[in-house]
């Protein structure tokens, strides 16, 4: 069974940094996309950011230049790099590999 599990999660002020990080049991990340996403209350769900399988990477306008997307195969772990922080990406943080979903992570910053 193919869990995935986000942690990293808190509340910071503006300006500071945080690190996502989702990791994988069951299957490696190896070979697949992973694809970091939010939803903030009352609005639908963001994309962030995706690691494709072969190591690109794509970022929503708004995190360009804040945000990192990285991914350690071997230690079946993606990361997510957050600077900058401000009160808009205060958010429930969530990784998909392959129609997989962890349960998420907090994210909030306070002004």
């Known amino acids: 069974q193919v869990q995935l599990l986000e942690s990293g999660g808190g509340l910071v002020q503006a300006g500071a940094s945080l690190r996502l990080s989702c990791s994988a049991s069951?299957?490696?990340?190896?070979?697949?996309?992973v694809t970091w996403y939010r939803r903030a209350p009352g609005k639908e769900r963001e994309f962030v950011a995706v690691s494709t399988k072969s190591g690109q990477t794509y970022y929503t306008n708004s995190v360009k230049g804040r945000f990192t997307i990285s991914r350690d195969d071997a230690q079946e772990t993606v990361y997510l790099e957050m600077t900058s922080l401000n009160p808009e990406d205060t958010a429930m943080y969530y990784c998909d590999m392959d129609q997989y979903w962890g349960p998420g992570t907090q994210v909030t910053v306070s002004s």
């Open positions: 069951g299957r490696t990340f190896s070979g697949y996309p």
